[in-house]
């Protein structure tokens, strides 16, 4: 039998209602809150969604920005290294969430950076951390 976790359904909504603002819950914010609380970014987005809160300003520049929605754009060159490192974490044709996080930092490279080279190399980032695509 599956072993089921169980969360503090008002501590988490508290949290999650005090890094919010407006509606929204940045994604920065959102890895914040699951930090604080020691849980997965994951549970952070699907308390987002069910309390109707929008996910904005992604991390690595995919969604939830105005005009545009997504903001990344792709590098005009892409260092070798960085790119096959990227090819060595695809999963299923796509680079998740959490390995161009792993990317960045141990490459010492920004979010963007990361996402920006996979935009260049025609690489979709997905799923999200948060579960918002």
Wanted: with cysteine; aromatic share 6%; net charge neutral.
């Amino acid at each position: 039998m599956e072993e089921q976790t169980t969360y503090d359904d008002v501590k988490i909504r508290k949290i999650v209602i005090k890094h919010s603002s407006k509606g929204e819950l940045a994604c920065k914010r959102a890895f914040d809150a699951a930090e604080a609380l020691g849980v997965e970014p994951g549970v952070i987005g699907q308390y987002a969604d069910a309390m109707g809160l929008k996910l904005v300003a992604c991390q690595l520049g995919l969604f939830g920005y105005r005009p545009e929605k997504k903001i990344v754009k792709a590098a005009g060159k892409v260092d070798p290294a960085l790119a096959d490192v990227i090819r060595e974490n695809i999963v299923n044709d796509r680079l998740p969430c959490r390995a161009a996080f792993n990317i960045a930092g141990e490459m010492g490279l920004s979010k963007m950076d990361v996402s920006s080279a996979c935009e260049a190399l025609g690489i979709r980032v997905n799923p999200c951390q948060l579960g918002a695509f």
